[in-house]
């Protein structure tokens, strides 16, 4: 009979501690979680967004580097692809990578949008210089023929981006230049 | 022959209980939230300060900065359709109200707008233009100055010329011999809610 005296069984030893095995992974596995949206998020995009943002904003497009955030009209249609603008522009290289600079393996949207119109919704434009000035920006299905302004690879079906966002004047009204990095 | 009955067993339940305990704690007493120090946090900040000097940078190069700041109703010692204490507590009703409406308004973003000028006494005086409430501690600041002259002329609630500005009918003071009237600051500060 002396062997049924022990109160405890091989199975409930294996239980407990199959129990705290399994809290303890688990326990090890949640804390970086939590702390992961704090640690992560592209350091040298969120450097590189900053910069391209400013640059474009500041530098690249503004019709006079004296008043910053006001951009030229001519030399942004040519940069988002249009024709080429009549006087120089403070860009050089063909390709995006090369006006703006960024790394080889990361990959670049840059658009204007900004409602016209009066309406409220916030959407991509496009700019059509054969209008007078004041009324060349346009959107939805006025866009056909025009320059669309954004450039750079397809944005779609990206999961996470970093996102520059710059207010800017384009053909005397106020829209948003966004520069996105991935 | 084992004669501790159950200990192993109650131990590791005990074990675990006192990790998931540690862990509830741990995260009880750090509130993690969405406006938390990161990188993250950070950038946006960058781009609020970026996005506010760009307004302030296109109202001053268009003239709806100096219109706004103008925009002052001498009779009622207050912007011209302002609350009581002299400023708005939305928006303000010219082209440099609605940008920072469009920039900011609807995206949880709230924003007061200060204009500093000098005094009488030859002191700082900060006054509100937009105020809604104290920012946070994770405000940012973009500023810009404004030079106003004795040919300066207030605006009507139409946006239409008005009376030239003397210590009299404007909240800023002459403070400056011949032409100069007094320089004033335009500082937009800008917070998440």
Request: hydrophobic share 35%; with cysteine.
């Amino acid at each position: 009979m002396s062997q049924h005296t022990r109160g405890q069984t091989t199975l409930d030893f294996t239980i407990g501690v199959t129990i705290f095995v399994v809290v303890l992974a688990g326990v090890f596995l949640f804390v970086p979680g939590t702390l992961q949206p704090f640690e992560e998020g592209g350091q040298e995009n969120i450097v590189t967004v900053n910069r391209v943002a400013d640059q474009l904003s500041e530098q690249s497009l503004v019709a006079d580097p004296t008043t910053p955030y006001v951009l030229s009209g001519d030399c942004t249609e040519e940069f988002f692809g249009g024709p080429d603008a009549a006087g120089d522009c403070e860009y050089t290289g063909g390709s995006l990578q090369e006006r703006v600079g960024y790394g080889d393996f990361q990959f670049a949207n840059i658009s204007i949008r900004g409602s016209v119109d009066g309406s409220d919704d916030i959407e991509q434009l496009c700019y059509d210089s054969s209008k007078s000035p004041g009324s060349r920006l346009e959107s939805g299905s006025d866009c056909t023929g025009d320059t669309r302004l954004t450039v750079g690879s397809d944005i779609a079906g990206v999961e996470s981006s970093v996102t520059g966002r710059r207010v800017v004047e384009l053909d005397s009204q106020t829209v948003f230049l966004v520069v996105r990095l991935w | 022959m084992v004669n501790r009955g159950q200990a192993h067993t109650l131990e590791a339940v005990v074990a675990a209980l006192l990790l998931l305990s540690s862990l509830v704690f741990a995260l009880q007493i750090t509130a993690v939230t969405p406006l938390s120090a990161s990188t993250s946090n950070q950038h946006i900040e960058n781009q609020q300060q970026a996005s506010a000097s760009g307004i302030l940078s296109i109202a001053s190069q268009n003239g709806d900065l100096e219109r706004s700041v103008l925009y002052w109703n001498a009779s009622g010692q207050r912007f011209h359709n302002g609350t009581i204490n002299g400023y708005y507590t939305e928006t303000m009703p010219t082209n440099f109200g609605q940008s920072l409406e469009e920039a900011f308004g609807d995206r949880g973003i709230a924003y007061n707008v200060y204009v500093t000028y000098t005094g009488t006494n030859g002191g700082v005086v900060r006054d509100e233009m937009i105020y809604r409430g104290e920012p946070s501690d994770n405000a940012v600041m973009a500023s810009r100055s404004l030079v106003l002259t004795e040919e300066s002329r207030l605006r009507t609630e139409d946006l239409e010329l008005g009376t030239q500005i003397d210590s009299g009918n404007f909240y800023a003071p002459d403070v400056g011999a011949g032409g100069y009237y007094n320089t004033v600051r335009v500082e937009v500060v800008v917070w998440r809610i």
